[in-house]
Nanobody, 122 residues
């Protein structure tokens, strides 16, 4: 059974930092891109960041560029999202995605986690 499990979410003040983790099990994702998406209350899910299978290429939404960093450890089947200088508008449920041919669009990813809540207070 393939699973992606996110952790590391929580409540933080504006300007603070959080590090999200995504643990993959059931299959290796070392040969596929991985991504982070988020969904704020009342809004559609949106792309946040993606990383290539080797980690050599990354891509970010304009809204998080320069503040968030995506990374991966293929030996551990883990993906991370370091979030700095958090803003209240970053408040959302954050989802990890992997497998398939995904990059920055949702429909390319085959597997999704259940999400972890990030709340940024002003």
């Amino acid at each position: 059974q393939v699973q992606l499990v996110e952790s590391g979410g929580g409540l933080v003040q504006a300007g603070g930092s959080l590090r999200l983790s995504c643990a993959a099990s059931g299959r290796t994702f070392s040969n596929s891109a991985m991504g982070w998406f988020r969904q704020a209350p009342g809004k559609e899910r949106e792309f946040v960041a993606a990383i290539s299978w080797s980690g050599g290429r990354t891509y970010y939404a304009d809204s998080v560029k320069g503040r968030f960093t995506i990374s991966r450890d293929n030996a551990k089947n883990m993906v991370y999202l370091q979030m700095n200088s958090l803003k209240p508008e970053d408040t959302a449920i954050y989802y990890c995605a992997g497998g398939g041919h995904g990059w920055i669009t949702e429909d390319g990813y085959a597997y999704w986690g259940q999400g972890t809540q990030v709340t940024v207070s002003s």
